[in-house]
């Protein structure tokens, strides 16, 4: 397109240069002729000048010896100046015609000064006078004569050139008028040609582009041209197939990358090897796009790669046709430098038979991924008969990521069958040491349980003793009744002890938390531990909950049995509360004792640590936490040292 331009703009340059060459040329023509008009006229004037001159001295000459006579010298002036004036125009004339009739007029002028200087200076004869003036005349009609014929032919000569000098001052006007009509004639053409030569590909390529925008990628003009825009428009057609595979790729690896993380997010979730065979067979499938996928394992034996199920296009006989000595394995996966394994149609006749299966499977092409853990080779991922063509590069990094995704999800499932043995030992041993723990707080209550049981007994042999000796039989009844009465006392008793004590799992139901508190204290039987122990219990309205009443009664009993081993004996009070804030049912136990040192309130929680020394296992605090974290709560222990210490405990309340 530069190039055109420059063509183009030079071409108009050439036609104006020569256009105003020739006007110039003309110009030139038409001022030379023009300056010969010039001097035409002014020998016209010298000629007219002439003329006067003759005529003066003629009137002079007819005026001498008169009245009206001037004197001598004016005519002898004029016929000076009539000297010169011939003089001036046979200097001027080059043309023949003009030039022998000067040379004529100036010989006739000299003839007209001598015929005048003979009349002038003659006196005696005065026929001779008159001759010589009418000799003069003559001379003189002569001379006016020959000058007019030289003005005729002046004036002829004149207008001939007068006339070609217009001829070439029209043609030249016609000329520059004609050149000036094709300069911008030629200027529009190439402006229009110019114009649409720019405007042309500048839509094609505005609509191009717009297209483009819209989201067609890949679309093409069809203009072309060997200017700069035809190479502008290769270059979006090019860039257009670029963007169209450039969005390709990006559509591809997005929905390689959806697959990868449909495939990869379930693998770390699920606890079941046989479900990770399943997802990542299927998902791989799907997103590599092939007939056959699946994952080869090391046996129990760690001797030959076994072929699992379910896969992707295996059945389970299928499948167990597919297995390969560990050591071939491991020849292909040194041989590829531990690279995900690529083998085309070309070289498949170089893979192991163990690989590619049973004779009903027809393996054309495959891609071996990697399964590896802590180093070693555990495992290798299956694809074989592509969909579409051969695997490329692309499908070995997807396979490259699933793999080290399958050997996270594998290994998290060995750790989760580790973990749940694991969490069998300990809930065992949790278990056996709740029990524990009951058992020292059944010692605990020993002696409590005793004072209760003691005291029906006590009644009940004194009704019995009562009843030997009575003989009527109404007051028999009555002391029956008493017995009746402190004999099912006793049985409670014993049942809640039996009840507490029994080993049985979680049991859940919808509680009242304030019965459960008031059954708790009944429990703890605090007037025989100290008597001088006060009790304010403040039970506020509160919703039920959902938990296991003898677990949550045995949490009460620790922290009370807490409480009243930090008091002195001296007496002092626990406060027990109840109250519910934002959905939560708030239990609050709070006592003056002697409160628990800095040191020893960090150290609450470890199993085993305990400052009763004889008299506690230091399991009591670990296992009331464990029960509460059970029931979705939380226990909170705040202490100030000779002040008291105060145990909050907050429950969800019932849905």
């Known amino acids: 397109m530069k190039k055109k331009i420059i063509a183009y703009l030079v071409m108009l340059f050439l036609f104006f240069s020569l256009g105003a060459g020739i006007s110039i040329v003309y110009i030139r023509i038409s001022t030379s002729e023009l300056q010969k008009i010039i001097e035409l006229h002014s020998i016209e004037i010298l000629r007219q000048d002439l003329i006067i001159k003759i005529q003066n001295v003629e009137k002079d000459l007819m005026m001498y010896d008169t009245v009206m006579s001037k004197n001598l010298d004016r005519i002898v002036s004029d016929v000076t100046d009539l000297d010169n004036s011939i003089s001036i125009c046979s200097g001027c004339h080059h043309v023949p015609a003009i030039s022998a009739k000067i040379d004529k007029a100036k010989g006739m002028v000299e ?125 979006f057609n090019d860039m257009s197939s670029s963007l169209e595979e450039t969005n390709e790729k990006i559509v591809s690896n997005f929905n390689n990358l959806a697959g990868l993380y449909r495939i990869t997010l379930p693998l770390h979730a699920i606890t079941n090897i046989k479900n990770v065979f399943r997802e990542l067979s299927y998902g791989t499938a799907e ?29 389970t006989l299928q499948s167990q046709s597919i297995r390969e000595k560990k050591e071939d394995v491991l020849s292909l996966y040194y041989a590829r430098q531990r690279r995900t394994h690529i083998i085309n149609e070309s070289d498949i006749q170089d893979v192991p038979a163990g690989l590619q299966g049973g004779d009903g499977l027809y393996v054309r092409n495959m891609i071996l991924g990697w399964v590896r853990q802590k180093g070693d080779l555990v495992g290798v991922i299956r694809l074989a008969n592509k969909t579409e063509g051969d695997f490329h590069e692309e499908e070995a990094r997807l396979i490259g990521i699933i793999s080290n995704n399958v050997s996270v999800a594998v290994e998290n499932i060995r750790l989760y069958e580790d973990l749940k043995e694991q969490m069998k030992e300990l809930q065992s041993a949790q278990e056996q040491l709740v029990q524990a723990a009951k058992l020292a707080a059944i010692g605990e209550l020993a002696s409590n349980v005793a004072h209760e049981i003691n005291n029906p007994l006590t009644s009940i042999v004194g009704y019995a003793e009562l009843i030997k000796e009575e003989t009527d039989l109404e007051t028999i009844m009555k002391d029956i009744q008493i017995i009746e009465k402190e004999s099912l006392r006793a049985r409670d008793i014993v049942q809640e002890l039996l009840t507490f004590s029994k080993k049985k799992p979680l049991s859940l139901a919808k509680i009242d938390l304030n019965n459960l508190l008031t059954d708790s204290v009944t429990l703890v039987s605090v007037p025989q531990k100290s008597p001088h122990l006060n009790i304010v219990e403040d039970y506020g309205n509160i919703p039920l909950i959902i938990g296991d009443p003898n677990q949550l009664k045995q949490v009460i009993l620790n922290i009370m049995n807490n409480a009243i081993d930090a008091i002195s004996d001296n007496g002092g009070k626990i406060s027990i509360k109840t109250a519910v804030k934002d959905t939560n049912a708030i239990i609050e136990i709070s006592d003056n004792g002697k409160g628990i040192p800095d040191e020893v309130l960090s150290r609450m929680f470890e199993p085993f640590f305990t400052t009763k020394k004889d008299k506690g296992t230091g399991l009591g605090l670990p296992i009331t936490r464990k029960i509460i974290e059970s029931h979705n709560g939380r226990l909170h222990i705040e202490s100030i040292e000779g002040m008291g210490t105060r145990v909050t405990i907050s429950l969800p309340v019932a849905a």
Not at 126 to 152: H, Y
Not at 295 to 305: E, H, P, V
């Open 111 to 235: 003839g007209f000064k001598k015929s005048l200087s003979y009349y002038i200076t003659a006196s005696a004869d005065e026929n001779r006078i008159q001759a010589l003036k009418i000799e003069s005349f003559k001379e003189g009609s002569n001379l006016v004569q020959l000058t007019e014929e030289m003005a005729v032919i002046a004036n002829q000569k004149l207008q001939s050139i007068t006339s070609d000098i217009i001829r070439d001052v029209k043609s030249a006007q016609h000329i520059l008028l004609a050149t000036l009509a094709c300069a911008f004639m030629i200027s529009l053409w190439v402006a229009v040609r110019l114009t649409r030569m720019i405007i042309t590909p500048i839509r094609e390529l505005i609509t191009v582009s717009r297209r483009i925008a819209s989201g067609n990628l890949g679309f093409k003009t069809t203009y072309s041209d060997s200017t700069e825009f035809g190479e502008l428009a290769s270059s």
């Open 287 to 315: 997103i590599i796009g092939v007939e056959q996928c699946g994952i080869m394992l090391l046996d129990s034996d760690g001797r030959f790669f076994v072929h699992q199920t379910p896969a992707f296009g295996l059945d």
